[in-house]
């Protein structure tokens, strides 16, 4: 088997209204495609899509499934604008050596990563 590349990362929710008010509203991320009678939601995320989407019960949010990890431009300045507008931390934010990490909520309780890579001069020993 080869993959070749990643075709999009997919987030079950309950609610396509009150998640597009976080993803769009919150996160700023912008409509790429809309699918499905507005039931399937596109964003181009870089060269990848994130897709948010209310199927039916046999694909369900959950606190516990597949994440997706957010690269910013500013940590500190996202976090101070996540928990301004009252968004969920399940884990606070974090540092390793590579990177600054905290994990949020959608209104789902799905689980997103807010990501900064370090530069190379900041980085430490990465495993």
């Known amino acids: ?3 070749n ?4 990362v997919g987030i079950p929710v309950t609610d ?5 008010e976080f993803y769009e509203g919150v996160l700023g991320l912008a ?9 399937w939601i596109e964003y181009a995320v ?27 431009e500013n940590f500190e ?3 101070n604008e996540l928990r301004r507008r009252g968004v ?15 994990v949020v909520q959608d209104p789902d309780g799905n689980k997103l990563i807010i990501h900064k890579l370090k530069s190379e001069d900041e980085k ?4």
Do not use: Y
Request: aromatic letters at 6%; hydrophobic letters at 45%.
């Open 88 to 102: 969920r931390f399940a884990a606070e934010p974090f540092e390793t050596p590579c990177c600054h990490m905290a």
């Open 124 to 127: 430490g020993v990465c495993k």
């Open 46 to 72: 870089g060269d990848n899509i994130v897709a948010i989407a209310n199927v039916g019960a046999q694909w369900m949010p959950s606190e516990q499934g597949t994440s997706a990890a957010l690269e910013v």
């Open 1 to 3: 088997m080869k993959i």
């Open 16 to 20: 396509i209204k009150r998640a597009r």
């Open 5 to 8: 590349n990643l075709a999009f």
């Open 31 to 39: 409509i790429a495609e809309e699918m499905m009678d507005g039931n």
């Open 77 to 79: 300045q996202t976090v």
